[in-house]
């Protein structure tokens, strides 16, 4: 367990600014730093040093509660050349891929690295593909900020496009899971049967449901137990006697295509697994 003063909120790290409307602010906090909001400004000094929970005003007397964020308010709220693939969903394809620390995963598209982060938080070892130098830059700066520089050991990203081909990992003769967030995501299925060991699973996040359909005619054959789902996310509004659900809801976003690859055994047939 960390002591006490490893446990102290410090500069060059993230942190949540919780207002009285339950608003979320995320800060880096930096020597000589400040936050500014209609509400007046905090000095990240007035921060740094102090521990989780501590409870600062702003020079107009707003109050706001410091937090470290969550991997959740790190997604929504980080800075992003792509748009990012939503917490529902990110914790959908986690469960769906069944992915766990030590897999080797392949990824395409880095995006953000809103996924990459939540791979490599669950501890698997990452290796994404991604076309836009500047997209690559900012995914590997919004995961060494979150997750710290040690986890770069288990994330890679390359320049190079998976229409095109997949190389398998360095370390490993194949990939245990593949996870898709592009436009075409069928173009890519060939060559995922190349570097996927038997077994091992494959999702397709697609904005559409033709994008899912299309993904679906490639997955037969060595593919099984393919399916489509989407996630829908409704709050609740509780306070007292008044429970009623939330006039808003984060409904669709994307279609989840999962299926689980048989190996490139010639016995194969898609006959036998439809």
């Not at 700066?141 to 229409?163: M, Q």
């Amino acid at each position: 367990m960390p002591d006490a003063e490893e446990r102290l909120l410090r500069m060059g790290e993230r942190v949540i600014l919780l207002d009285s409307k339950r608003r979320r602010y995320l800060v880096t906090l930096r020597d000589g730093g400040e936050f500014h909001s209609h509400a007046g400004f905090v000095t990240h000094a007035d921060i740094g040093g102090r521990p989780e929970g501590t409870v600062v005003r702003s020079t107009k007397g707003a109050v706001y509660t410091v937090l470290r964020p969550t991997l959740e308010d790190v997604v929504v709220g980080m800075p992003r050349g792509a748009q990012v693939i939503y917490p529902k969903d990110l914790a959908t394809i986690g469960m769906l891929a069944d992915v766990a620390p030590g897999h080797r995963v392949f990824e395409s598209g880095v995006g953000s690295g809103a996924l990459s982060m939540t791979l490599l938080r669950w501890g698997a070892h990452v290796t994404g593909y991604e076309l836009r130098e500047d997209f690559a830059r900012r995914a590997a700066t919004n995961v060494r900020e979150f997750l710290g520089a040690g986890v770069l050991d288990r994330y890679t990203i390359e320049l190079r496009d998976s229409y095109e081909a997949i190389e398998p990992p360095a370390d490993a003769p194949a990939y245990d899971r593949v996870v898709l967030d592009l436009p075409e995501p069928w173009r890519v299925v060939p060559h995922a049967e190349g570097v996927l060991a038997p077994g091992g699973i494959l999702v397709a996040y697609t904005p559409s449901i033709t994008q899912a359909a299309q993904a679906r005619d490639v997955l037969r054959g060595r593919w099984i137990d393919a399916r489509t789902i989407e996630v829908l996310h409704r709050g609740w509004h509780i306070e007292g006697q008044a429970v009623r659900p939330d006039h808003r809801m984060v409904a669709h976003t994307a279609f989840l295509t999962v299926a689980r690859f048989l190996g490139r055994s010639p016995d194969v047939t898609s006959a036998t697994h439809r």
